[in-house]
C-alpha cells in the first residue's frame, strides 16, 4: 500500500459538503475597520514593523505583522494542503472546537483546544486570503471580543484557568495585525489590567506558571503600542510567579530518560513541579522564555539562557530529526523515543520568537531542521492525520506501549485525535507561523531573510513600500532567487543567512555581479538603493554529511534536510472518524542495517551520492522526494524489533556479516516507517 492513507469516499462526500458550508460562510465578512486597506481586506499587511519601546532593550530583529508575508510555491501548496485537511476542516469533524465550544459560548470543551485551533487558523487563512477559514477563525474572534467580562476577564466563565488565554492572546494579536481591528487593542489593555490587579491574589499556577513568557510576550506587544508603564509592573510579576527556568537549565539535573516514579507523575495529577519541568511541551515553549526576560531585564547574561538551554535538551535527549525526546516527558536520546507534536511546533515558535530577539543565524539553522523534518514527518501526506509521538527510528505504528516513557498505546498512530486531543487542536500553527517568520525587520531599517521557503513580501521601511518575491525550490534545491519589486528611493539593507552547514562554495550575486563571497553561521549584508527588477541570487551547495549521534549511531543529512531509510509499509484502518481515519502502518521490507559511513565521508570520496529526485508539490512525499542519498549497507541480523519498538543499536562500529547492498534513503519526512539513526559497519 502507499506511503499515506488512501482517500474515503466518505471525505468526498464530506468535502461536497463542506463546498456548501463554504458558500454560506463566504457571505460572512466583517470590516472591523472603516480605514481598512484593501489589501489588509485581502490579508496582505502594508503596515510597517514595530519595535521595542524605551526602556526595553531592542531586538535583533522584529517580526513582521501577519500578511507582510504570502507563500508561493512548494510552500503554497503545503498550506493549502492544510486548509484542505484537517487545518480547514476541524471543526466540522472534532466536537472539541465545533459549535459547542466554550470558546464559542457552548457547553463544551472550554480550555485550551479553541485557543490553539485559532492560534493557528487564524494565521492560515490570510495567508491563504481564504475567506471560508477566515469566517470560521472570526466566530472565535467574535465571541472573545464581545464577551469581554467588565472586569477585562476574557473567555468562559467556567474556569479561570491563566493558560488557555495566554494562547488567545496570540490569535488576537495575529488576528489584530492582520485587520487592524480597533476593538482588539483596548480589550487587551482591560484584560492586562485586571490581570495586574489579580495576579497577587490568584497568582499563576500549573500550566500557567511553567508557560508564562507567552504571556509576557503579549504584554511586551501591548506596551511597544501604547506605552502604558503598569505593563512593566505587570511583566515583572508574571516572571516572578513563573517558573525559573534559567536557574533550572543552570542546574540541570534530568540527564536521561525520566520515569513517572522519578518525577512522581502521580502526585498532583502530574502537575507537580518535576512532572511540568520535564514535560516536553514546557520545555519547547520555554525555549523563548530567557530571550523574552532579556528584553526586560537588559542583562546580558538573560541572553545567554537560550543557548545554554537548547545545549542541555541537545546533549541529553536530542534526537536526529532536530527535536528533542518528549514522550510526553524528557526521554533520552535513544532515536527509538517520541517527539510530541505539540512540543515540535511550540519549539518551531519559540526559535521564531529567539531568533528575532537574539539573531544568532544558528537558530535559523535549527527552525529550518524542524521544519523541514520533524513538522512534516508527523502527519500523512494529506495532512488528514497526524500522530501525537513520532520517532525517529519508526519501524512500526501500532497499539504498543513501548517505547513511551509516560503516554500510552496509541500514541504513534496516525489518526484525527490520538492518545491526547492538545496536539490536533495545536498542530495548526506550526506552517503559518513559519511562513510569518521567513522575513524579519532590522533596526537600521532594513530587511533579514531569517528561513527560506518561497514566498512573497509586502511591508513598509520608513514609510515606503517594499514588495519583493522569493523563487526557490529550496531545501530542495540549492538556488535562492530574490527579485525586487518595489523598494523606495532610499538604501535598504538586506540581510540573507548563510547557514552554518554551507562551509563550501557559497556564491552570491546581484544582478548577476558576484559579490563578496558571505561565510557560514553569518548574515550577509548587501547595502544599496534598489531598483524594480533587481535580482539576488544565492547559491547554498547542497552535500550530503554525517552526523555522529547516541552510541556511535551515524544519522545523514544534506542541507536542512534530515534523511531515512523509507520501510515499505502496509496501513491497517482501526476506525473511521467521518472523513478522517486511525490508522496502524506495519513494515513491509526490511530495515536493520548498518551503513559504511563515517562523520568524514563526502561524495568525493565515494562514501555517499546525493541526486536530485522528481519533487512533489506538496513536496514531503515518498513518491517524488525531491532528493536522494546512496549509501552502502549491510543487514545487522541481531538488530530487531520487539513489540513495534527497534530495539538498542548493537555498539558501533558493527562487523559484517551479510552482503554489502546500496540502499537509497530519502527525506525524513517522507518516510512514514524509516530509519534514521544507522550502526556503523567496520571497515
Known sequence: MSNTRPSSRSRRTFLKQAGAVAAVAALHSRCADASQTSSEQTGTSSKGVVKNRAPLAPNAFFTLPL??????????????????????????????????????????????????????????????????????AQKFIEWTIMHQAPSGMIGPASNEDWWPRMVMLKALIQYQEATSDPRVIPLLERYFGYQLRTLKSRPLKDWGKFRWQDNALAVIWLYNRNGDAQLLDLLRLLHAQGFDWQANFADFKYTSAVTATSIKLDTG?????????????????????????????????????????????????????GMFSCDEHLAGRSPAQGSELCTVVETMFSLEQSLAILGNPSIGDRLEVLAFNALPGTFTDDMWAHQYDQESNQVEVSLHRKPWTTDGPESNIYGLAPHF???????????????????????????????????????????????????????????????????????????????????????LHVNGVPQPVPAAATFAILRRTWKRGDQIELMLPITARVLPGHNGSLSVRAGALVFSLPIDQDWLKLRDRGPASDWQVFPASSWNYAIAATPANLPSNGGLKLSQAAMGSPPFTRKAPGLTIDVTASKVPAWRAVDGVAEPMPPSPVLKTEPEETIVLIPYAAAKLRITAFPQLKN
Open 269 to 321: 495529577g502530574g502537575l507537580g513541579d518535576l512532572a511540568l519541568a520535564t514535560h516536553g511541551v514546557n520545555n519547547g515553549q520555554a525555549l523563548k522564555a530567557a530571550p523574552i526576560w532579556s528584553i526586560v531585564s537588559r542583562n546580558p547574561e538573560d541572553r545567554k539562557g537560550f543557548q545554554q538551554m537548547l545545549d542541555a535538551l541537545d546533549r541529553y535527549h536530542g534526537l536526529p530529526n
Open 67 to 136: 500578511g507582510s508575508i504570502r507563500p508561493t510555491g512548494w510552500l503554497l501548496a503545503q498550506l493549502q494542503t492544510q486548509a484542505s485537511g484537517l487545518g480547514g476542516h476541524l471543526d466540522e469533524v472534532w466536537p472539541d472546537v465545533g459549535p459547542k465550544s466554550g470558546w464559542l459560548g457552548g457547553s463544551g470543551e472550554s480550555w485550551e483546544r479553541g485557543p490553539y485551533f485559532v492560534d493557528g487558523l487564524v494565521p492560515l487563512a490570510y495567508q491563504l486570503g481564504d475567506e471560508r477559514l477566515k469566517a470560521k
Open 421 to 507: 486531543g492538545c496536539c490536533t487542536a495545536n498542530f495548526h500553527q506550526g506552517w503559518p507561523k513559519f511562513t510569518s517568520s521567513l522575513w524579519m525587520a532590522s533596526p537600521d531599517d532594513g530587511l533579514a531573510a531569517v528561513a527560506y521557503a518561497p514566498c512573497e513580501l509586502h511591508t513598509t521601511v520608513r514609510g515606503e513600500p517594499v514588495k519583493l518575491s522569493v523563487e526557490t525550490e529550496y531545501p530542495f534545491r540549492e538556488k535562492i532567487r530574490i527579485i525586487i519589486q518595489e523598494a523606495g528611493e532610499r538604501e535598504l539593507p538586506i540581510r540573507l543567512r548563510i547557514p552554518g552547514w554551507a562551509k563550501a562554495g557559497v556564491t
